[in-house]
C-alpha cells in the first residue's frame, strides 16, 4: 500500500530482459513496493507516453500518479529518489556518462542485427565491437582506480554498478535468442574486474528478493567455455 513517504510503483514492459532492467533492478534495490506490467502490444502502444516502454507509474496515497517514460529517465529518476547516485553533480555525471555510453553501445548492436545487406552488418557489428573494447576498457580502468572493490565508485551498490550489470544482462542474456553466439563474442572481453563487479552485483543483499527469480549474468560469464555446447 503507498505510505505518504513511500508511494508504489508499477513498471510497464515487456514480459523479458530488455532497456527495463536497470529500472527493475533499482526498484528492487530501493526496497520499494512494485509490480510489474506487461501490456498487450501493439494494442496498448497509444495509452502510452510517446507510445513507447518501459513506463513508470508512481502512485501515491491521494490517488495521484506521477508518469515517466524512457528507460535512461527512468533510472535517473529512481537513482535520485533513493540515494544511489551522488547529490554532488559532478560525481553524478561520472556515473551517467558510463550510463550513456552503454546506451549507444546498445543502439549499436541493434543496427547490426536489423542491417538489410551482409556488407552493413559486417560494418555495424565492427562498429559494435570496437566500441564494446573501448567501454570494457574505460570500465576496467575505473574499477582499478576505485580499488578493484567490486564497484564502480566507493563501497556500495552505486548507479553505475547497476545499469552496468544491466547492460552486460541485456546483451549477453537478454538478446541470446536474436544472436545465438553474443556470449561467445561479449564473455572473451570481460575482464576479471569487471566480472567481479557483475558477481558482487547479483550477491547484493538489496538484490536478492530479484536475483531469486531472474536469470543469472555471473553463471553465464563464469561457466567455462568448454563446458558450453
Not at 59 to 87: M, Q, W
Not at 137 to 153: D, P, S, Y
Amino acid at each position: 500500500m503507498a505510505t505518504n513517504k513511500n508511494p508504489q510503483y508499477i513498471l510497464r514492459y515487456f514480459d523479458r530482459i530488455g532497456v527495463a532492467e536497470g529500472s527493475k533492478l533499482l526498484l528492487s534495490a530501493a526496497n520499494v513496493e512494485w509490480t510489474e506490467e506487461h501490456p498487450e502490444w501493439p494494442q496498448e502502444k497509444s495509452n502510452q507516453p510517446f507510445g513507447r516502454m518501459p513506463v513508470l507509474i508512481e502512485k501515491h496515497v491521494d490517488d495521484t500518479d506521477f508518469v515517466i517514460c524512457e528507460s535512461g529517465n527512468i533510472e535517473r529518476y529512481l537513482a535520485r529518489a533513493y540515494g544511489f547516485i551522488p547529490s554532488d553533480i559532478r560525481q553524478a555525471a561520472f556515473q551517467e556518462q558510463l550510463r550513456d555510453q552503454t546506451s549507444d553501445m546498445f543502439a549499436a548492436f541493434i543496427s547490426q542485427l536489423v542491417a538489410k545487406s551482409e556488407e552493413d552488418r559486417r560494418e555495424n557489428f565492427a562498429k559494435f565491437d570496437g566500441l564494446l573494447d573501448k567501454l570494457v576498457e574505460v570500465q576496467t580502468k575505473q574499477i582499478n582506480a576505485n580499488g578493484n572493490n567490486g564497484h564502480l565508485f566507493g563501497d556500495k551498490l552505486s548507479y553505475a554498478d547497476i545499469v552496468t550489470y544491466a547492460f552486460y544482462k541485456i546483451i549477453v542474456v537478454g538478446m541470446v535468442k536474436r544472436q545465438a553466439n553474443i556470449v561467445d563474442i561479449v564473455k572473451p572481453k570481460l575482464t576479471p574486474q569487471l566480472i567481479k563487479l557483475i558477481t558482487a552485483v547479483e550477491a547484493n543483499p538489496l538484490l536478492s528478493s530479484y536475483m531469486t527469480r531472474s536469470d543469472s549474468l555471473a553463471a553465464v560469464v563464469t561457466k567455462p567455455t568448454s563446458a558450453r555446447l
